[in-house]
């Protein structure tokens, strides 16, 4: 989590500078925006991992289940003489 707030802060803050180099601001206010848009952008990118995190585990744990309902449907099978 710490990676993805520390990227999402960085692309905030280049976004930041970038757009207000564009715009001609002064450099108090670029500072600012920039400022702004690194913690915007490092709680929005954290935020967005968490329910990154949570999902994958989710899914992780749905299979697991299947492959043990398949597991105990396989064992409870009549055994087949050829």
Do not use: Y
């Given at each position: 989590m710490k990676l993805l707030m520390l990227l999402g802060a960085m692309v905030g803050f280049l976004a930041g500078v970038l757009l207000g180099m564009g715009n001609q601001c002064d450099w108090a206010t670029i500072l600012w925006?920039?400022?702004?848009?690194?913690l915007v952008l490092g709680?929005?990118?954290r935020w967005w991992g968490q329910r990154w995190i949570l999902c994958l585990r989710q899914a992780q744990h749905e299979r697991w289940v299947a492959l043990m309902a398949q597991r105990k449907d396989a064992r409870n099978l009549p055994a087949t003489k050829p």
């Amino acid at each position: 989590m710490k990676l993805l707030m520390l990227l999402g802060a960085m692309v905030g803050f280049l976004a930041g500078v970038l757009l207000g180099m564009g715009n001609q601001c002064d450099w108090a206010t670029i500072l600012w925006r920039s400022t702004l848009g690194a913690l915007v952008l490092g709680v929005l990118l954290r935020w967005w991992g968490q329910r990154w995190i949570l999902c994958l585990r989710q899914a992780q744990h749905e299979r697991w289940v299947a492959l043990m309902a398949q597991r105990k449907d396989a064992r409870n099978l009549p055994a087949t003489k050829p």
